[in-house]
Nanobody, 116 residues
Framework: VQLVESGGGFVQPRGSPRLPCAAS????????MNWYRQAPGKEREVIAR???????NYADSVKGRFIASRDNRMSTMSLQTKNLKPEDTAVYYC???????????WGQGTQVTVSS
């Protein structure tokens, strides 16, 4: 399994970058996927969950600002961010909801730094 995130960088407050994730080595359509992030000095946290049919759930911290989606035909998923705040500064990752049980590795993540 390989997961490759991209789309990060330096963003001004209220910016709206889209973060793609490409998955390979798995039957993507059969797995629930999550978006995670790890802010400096904090533990990695789940911020969005996407069911196999595209149903979503969000952490309160991003609800109403971030939209997660997936394309099962292309084995890709994305996180559309909106109205970013400095506290959204983190490394963003995609991975399976059961990555630990499945033994999936982490990708390199994509750094998003929100600063004026």
């Amino acid at each position: 399994v390989q997961l490759v995130e991209s789309g990060g960088g330096f963003v001004q407050p209220r910016g709206s970058p889209r973060l793609p994730c490409a998955a390979s080595g798995l039957t993507f359509s059969t797995f629930v996927m999550n978006w995670y992030r790890q802010a400096p000095g904090k533990e990695r946290e789940v911020i969005a969950r996407i069911g196999t049919l595209g149903d979503t759930n969000y952490a309160d911290s991003v609800k109403g600002r971030f939209i997660a989606s997936r394309d099962n035909r292309m084995s890709t998923m994305s996180l559309q961010t909106k109205n970013l705040k400095p506290e959204d500064t983190a490394v963003y990752y995609c991975n399976g909801a059961d990555f630990d049980f499945l033994g999936w590795p982490w990708g390199q993540g994509t750094q998003v730094t929100v600063s004026s």
